[in-house]
């Protein structure tokens, strides 16, 4: 005898692309075993697939959506992002471009008031040979110390010169000479102070090592304003 063939319905909801519809799945019964017999236009497929797959898709099929003049989704997401990052480069050139540091603007012509500074220091024996006549190591001096001034960011608009007056076996003297504007009380305050201008060639001395050429020693090194 043969049992009877019972078929149950069971509603599906199948979301397709955002829009909601009911399709019918029919199970068959037959002596306990089941046999699922599935309505036409019914994605199978997709029933199939894991959740996140899914998603993909539907995320997939929105960026293709035509959202204006004829452009889609993710073509529109593009250009904005484009537009934003040229906006930013363009502010970021035109800010380096346009910037003008008022502390670079000034007239070298305008200082006119000197302001000298007198001193002396020890050579390393060791530094130059004793061989070596007393003009060269002169000029030797002269070009260090003018280097260092001039290579100074706060100093080198205002440095004029340096003279090596006397050089007696390892000691020499000095004398630079600044020029300033007219009004100077800030700069002989601070730039130009006694302090700033000892340091700077003193941090050079510093810097360099014992086997250099003409090492002057950084201990040596005895500097007045006048």
Sequence with gaps: M??????????????????SSDQTIEVAE???????????????DSLSQPKWRRELRRVKRELNEVVVWKLKL??????????????????IIVCAVGHDDEDEKYDKS??????????????????????????????KLTQQLTGV???SPALERYFSSVTINNLQNTTGQFKLK???????????????????????L?????DRDTGDSFYIKPTSLHMEAG
């Design 74 to 91: 993710w073509t529109v997401i593009l250009i904005v992002f484009i537009t934003i990052a040229l906006v930013i480069g363009i502010s």
């Design 149 to 151: 001034y001039n290579s």
């Design 202 to 206: 003193l941090q050079h001395l510093y």
């Design 30 to 44: 037959n002596n306990g075993e089941q046999r699922l017999q599935v309505d036409e236009g019914v994605d199978t």
């Design 178 to 200: 600044f020029m300033m504007p007219l009004e100077n009380d800030e700069l002989i305050r601070y730039t130009l102070s006694l302090k700033m201008v000892k340091n700077v």
């Design 2 to 19: 043969n049992d009877a063939l019972e078929l149950k319905p069971i509603q599906v909801v199948y979301d397709n692309n955002n829009v």
């Design 110 to 139: 305008s200082f006119v008031v000197p302001r000298f500074f007198r001193g002396n220091f020890t050579l390393d024996a060791k530094s130059f040979h004793s061989d070596t006549q007393d003009e060269e190591t002169i000029i």
